[in-house]
């Protein structure tokens, strides 16, 4: 199977020396930091990004026709090459052309995998791997040229290093100036010829667009119906996407043009003798065929993040995988009567309980979500970013209704909660509000388990009271800064309001402000268990000529295990 390879293989061409002495070809095979074009994007090697084992020399990137076989030397100039060519009637051809200039340059195929970051255009190349060397007419890398060629007919090679050029390869500086002054002559001449395919172009236009009748009118046998049946002409014009070719009108004149590039005129020259005569041309006044609206899921916007989940946080205490229902037991506190006491000397103790109360069975429930897309969407190319909305929508919904489930519970037992502070008037300002609170706060130290109440959660109303509450110098009472002598702090962004080292957090789910009494709690991570799977996608489900839907689904368990561990805190501001 023959390799894919990334080939560098175009576009200027280089002159270089020949000596006949031995069959072997030197040169520079990829400069460092140089920029090259290989027709698909512009690429820079840094010295150390190549690696290589066995590395074969062939002839224009083509695996049928290998010819030798290559040794690099890894320089600060880049990677230098020097291949021994093969005895056969095409490593014979090859160095022959070497020989008189018309294969000139190098050019590297690498392994499929490579690594590269793309940085303002060029993709610089942190790793590859060599796996062939080419001769080539045209590199990619200006600098990618043979600077020796030595061919003889015994195929012997001198013991000197495979990489040290020979003295009588080095061309005299009169040799150069004269390659020098070819290559400008060439250059020139080059220009005057793309000049004169562009003005006839440009004549071709202006005649294209007065034809009105269209071309698949034309009588058989016309100029037109040898064009009826063809290959993929080499270039495209609906301005959007490249012909497979991957080369573009407009690029190659303009590198014709501008650089003297040889094989983008050819193509153009081609082009226009194969099939101006089936060309069509927008005109200026009519752009939309070149310049069509472009699709940017890029920029779709979705819905705001997830809230936070500060209760189903607190109180999550692991994972379910699906409906499977479970039982718990837990102390009985009330028929529990072990205890320790004073022990009398020659007196059995009293024996006591233990007691523990089985639960109520938890049964997990589902939850669930479908979006539909229709063909009409995936028609604008936006099915994939549509897929993804959906998908960060099922999992910021799923966030919130694990929160809003949690809090449901805690709320269906609000009525059996132990308030934490005596009540407070409606209407209390910050100062009352956060003295009731403080207070009870302190009866919990002298409650047998009052430490085991760790975290509060605050409802609109109690905490922007708290938040604002300021002491008769104006300065909080809860500052968010080089807090001093106060009660407590607040975090930035107001993100916790520490009362006397107990955290409260704002709590979304307990409710909007309102102008009635609402509750706010003081709990142990103990007193509710709340469970969830992950979130399930399901991609395509009920798929048909119309469209399809994307689907999710997901469990939730949760139970009050101990309702002893919640304090409620009831606060109405308006009076």
């Given at each position: 199977?023959?390799?894919?390879?990334?080939?560098?293989?175009?576009?200027?061409?280089?002159?270089?020396?020949?000596?006949?002495?031995?069959?072997?070809?030197?040169?520079?095979?990829?400069?460092?930091?140089?920029?090259?074009?290989?027709?698909?994007?512009?690429?820079?090697?840094?010295?150390?990004?190549?690696?290589?084992?066995?590395?074969?020399?062939?002839?224009?990137?083509?695996?049928?026709?290998?010819?030798?076989?290559?040794?690099?030397?890894?320089?600060?100039?880049?990677?230098?090459?020097?291949a021994s060519v093969a005895q056969t009637r095409l490593g014979d051809e090859v160095l022959s052309l070497a020989e008189i200039g018309a294969i000139d340059g190098l050019s590297i195929g690498l392994a499929d995998d490579i690594d590269f970051d793309l940085v303002d255009g060029v993709h610089e190349v942190s790793r590859g791997v060599v796996i062939e060397t080419s001769t080539t007419p045209i590199p990619a890398f200006e600098n990618a040229q043979i600077r020796s060629v030595a061919a003889s007919a015994s195929g012997t090679t001198s013991g000197r290093n495979l990489m040290d050029e020979d003295e009588t390869t080095t061309a005299t500086v009169e040799d150069r100036l004269t390659a020098v002054e070819d290559r400008v002559t060439t250059l020139e001449t080059t220009v005057n010829?793309?000049?004169?395919?562009?003005?006839?172009?440009?004549?071709?236009?202006?005649?294209?667009?007065?034809?009105?009748?269209?071309?698949?009118?034309?009588?058989?046998?016309?100029?037109?119906?040898?064009?009826?049946?063809?290959?993929?002409?080499?270039?495209?014009?609906?301005?959007?996407?490249?012909?497979?070719?991957?080369?573009?009108?407009?690029?190659?004149?303009?590198?014709?043009?501008?650089?003297?590039?040889?094989?983008?005129?050819?193509?153009?020259?081609?082009?226009?003798?194969?099939?101006?005569?089936?060309?069509?041309?927008?005109?200026?006044?009519?752009?939309?065929?070149?310049?069509?609206?472009?699709?940017?899921?890029?920029?779709?916007?979705?819905?705001?993040?997830?809230?936070?989940?500060?209760?189903?946080?607190?109180?999550?205490?692991?994972?379910?995988?699906?409906?499977?229902?479970?039982?718990?037991?837990?102390?009985?506190?009330?028929?529990?009567?072990?205890?320790?006491?004073?022990?009398?000397?020659?007196?059995?103790?009293?024996?006591?309980?233990?007691?523990?109360?089985?639960?109520?069975?938890?049964?997990?429930?589902?939850?669930?979500?479908?979006?539909?897309?229709?063909?009409?969407?995936?028609?604008?190319?936006?099915?994939?970013?549509?897929?993804?909305?959906?998908?960060?929508?099922?999992?910021?919904?799923?966030?919130?209704?694990?929160?809003?489930?949690?809090?449901?519970?805690?709320?269906?037992?609000?009525?059996s909660i132990t308030s934490l502070t005596a009540a407070i008037t409606a209407g209390a300002d910050g100062k009352a509000l956060g003295l009731a609170l403080k207070t009870g706060l302190l009866k919990l130290q002298f409650q047998a388990d009052g430490s085991r109440f760790v975290q509060g959660f605050g409802h609109e109303d109690l905490y922007t009271t708290l938040a604002l509450v300021e002491n008769g110098d104006g300065e909080p009472v809860y500052p968010i800064i080089n807090p001093q002598n106060r009660d407590g702090i607040a975090g930035d962004k107001y993100s916790f309001i520490d009362v006397a080292g107990y955290r409260f957090t704002p709590t979304a789910t307990l409710g909007a402000t309102s102008a009635s009494a609402s509750l706010s709690y003081v709990a142990d991570p103990a007193a509710v268990h709340v469970w969830a799977s992950g979130l399930t996608e399901l991609d395509m489900l009920g798929q048909d000529v119309e469209g399809w839907d994307i689907g999710c689904f997901g469990w939730f368990a949760g139970l009050m295990y101990d309702v002893t561990g919640l304090r409620k805190i009831s606060y109405d501001p308006t009076a």
């Amino acid at each position: 199977m023959i390799p894919k390879t990334h080939r560098f293989d175009n576009p200027a061409a280089v002159t270089f020396k020949v000596n006949r002495e031995t069959r072997t070809i030197r040169g520079l095979a990829v400069p460092w930091g140089e920029i090259g074009d290989n027709g698909r994007g512009r690429f820079r090697f840094k010295r150390g990004s190549l690696t290589w084992d066995k590395v074969k020399l062939l002839n224009a990137h083509d695996w049928d026709q290998t010819i030798g076989v290559v040794k690099f030397e890894d320089t600060d100039e880049g990677l230098l090459m020097a291949a021994s060519v093969a005895q056969t009637r095409l490593g014979d051809e090859v160095l022959s052309l070497a020989e008189i200039g018309a294969i000139d340059g190098l050019s590297i195929g690498l392994a499929d995998d490579i690594d590269f970051d793309l940085v303002d255009g060029v993709h610089e190349v942190s790793r590859g791997v060599v796996i062939e060397t080419s001769t080539t007419p045209i590199p990619a890398f200006e600098n990618a040229q043979i600077r020796s060629v030595a061919a003889s007919a015994s195929g012997t090679t001198s013991g000197r290093n495979l990489m040290d050029e020979d003295e009588t390869t080095t061309a005299t500086v009169e040799d150069r100036l004269t390659a020098v002054e070819d290559r400008v002559t060439t250059l020139e001449t080059t220009v005057n010829q793309v000049e004169e395919t562009v003005e006839e172009t440009v004549g071709e236009i202006a005649t294209l667009s007065k034809i009105k009748t269209p071309v698949a009118t034309f009588a058989a046998g016309s100029a037109a119906s040898r064009l009826t049946v063809r290959e993929e002409p080499m270039y495209r014009f609906e301005g959007s996407v490249r012909a497979p070719s991957g080369f573009d009108f407009a690029e190659d004149l303009f590198k014709a043009a501008r650089f003297g590039d040889q094989a983008a005129k050819d193509r153009v020259i081609r082009f226009a003798a194969e099939d101006r005569g089936g060309l069509t041309f927008a005109t200026t006044s009519d752009t939309a065929a070149v310049n069509p609206v472009e699709h940017r899921p890029d920029m779709f916007l979705g819905q705001a993040p997830a809230p936070s989940s500060p209760l189903f946080d607190f109180f999550r205490k692991g994972s379910i995988d699906g409906p499977q229902t479970f039982d718990y037991a837990k102390l009985d506190r009330v028929a529990t009567t072990a205890t320790v006491a004073n022990h009398v000397e020659g007196v059995e103790p009293t024996a006591t309980n233990v007691s523990t109360a089985k639960g109520t069975t938890v049964t997990p429930s589902a939850v669930s979500g479908k979006v539909h897309i229709t063909r009409e969407v995936a028609a604008g190319r936006g099915t994939p970013t549509a897929s993804a909305l959906a998908r960060d929508e099922f999992h910021r919904t799923f966030g919130i209704a694990l929160e809003t489930k949690t809090h449901a519970i805690i709320s269906a037992a609000s009525a059996s909660i132990t308030s934490l502070t005596a009540a407070i008037t409606a209407g209390a300002d910050g100062k009352a509000l956060g003295l009731a609170l403080k207070t009870g706060l302190l009866k919990l130290q002298f409650q047998a388990d009052g430490s085991r109440f760790v975290q509060g959660f605050g409802h609109e109303d109690l905490y922007t009271t708290l938040a604002l509450v300021e002491n008769g110098d104006g300065e909080p009472v809860y500052p968010i800064i080089n807090p001093q002598n106060r009660d407590g702090i607040a975090g930035d962004k107001y993100s916790f309001i520490d009362v006397a080292g107990y955290r409260f957090t704002p709590t979304a789910t307990l409710g909007a402000t309102s102008a009635s009494a609402s509750l706010s709690y003081v709990a142990d991570p103990a007193a509710v268990h709340v469970w969830a799977s992950g979130l399930t996608e399901l991609d395509m489900l009920g798929q048909d000529v119309e469209g399809w839907d994307i689907g999710c689904f997901g469990w939730f368990a949760g139970l009050m295990y101990d309702v002893t561990g919640l304090r409620k805190i009831s606060y109405d501001p308006t009076a």
